[in-house]
């Protein structure tokens, strides 16, 4: 990966400017939020979301390594540095949803609706016909409903029994931390 190759301090964190830069002096991060979110924070939530959208462990790992080294330099000074303490919160509480079914199947958008209803910054939202239309290294499409359509929830790289209905969703998910 061309992030690691390039960014890479050989400590499982990552600095600005690239290996190959000679008109810098000093290896630097990005580790403070400004008016945007730091650096740091960009690759801690681009691994935690890849990990999770591929579902390579290697990926996530990586996240969580550049997760720990950036929270051993901040410290307990987590006010300059929110985006960092939230992109570390998708490493550990993110989470996938699956909602299976055939496309304009209206029990499959009432799924969809439902899941739409219910705001989670940190889960990853999946639509598709069936769990073999997701790529086979997702938890989630080894997982095969006894009939369609249906929504699986995964936290925390376990998966929850197939919800059938709207409303079996809206439930599960105002409980599993979504704001709704």
Do not use: Y
């Amino acid at each position: 990966m061309s992030l690691e190759r390039w960014h890479a301090d050989g400590e499982g964190g990552h600095t600005l400017n690239a290996k190959d830069s000679a008109d810098v002096l000093f290896r630097l991060r990005g580790d403070q939020d400004e008016a945007v979110p730091s650096a740091t924070s960009l690759v801690i939530e681009g691994l935690a979301l890849l990990g999770q959208a591929s579902g390579n462990l290697a990926v996530t790992e990586a996240g969580e390594r550049a997760a720990e080294r950036a929270a051993g330099r901040i410290g307990d000074n987590v006010s300059g540095h929110p985006g960092i303490v939230a992109a570390a919160r998708r490493l550990v509480r993110g989470s996938e949803l699956a909602i299976f079914g055939a496309e304009g199947e209206d029990a499959r958008e009432a799924l969809r609706t439902a899941a739409q209803g219910s705001v989670d910054l940190d889960r990853l939202d999946l639509l598709a016909a069936s769990p073999e239309d997701l790529p086979s290294q997702l938890a989630i499409s080894g997982i095969r409903p006894e009939r369609l359509p249906a929504a699986l929830l995964c936290e925390a790289r376990v998966c929850r029994a197939p919800v059938f209905s709207a409303a079996d969703l809206g439930g599960l998910l105002s409980r599993s931390g979504a704001v709704g």
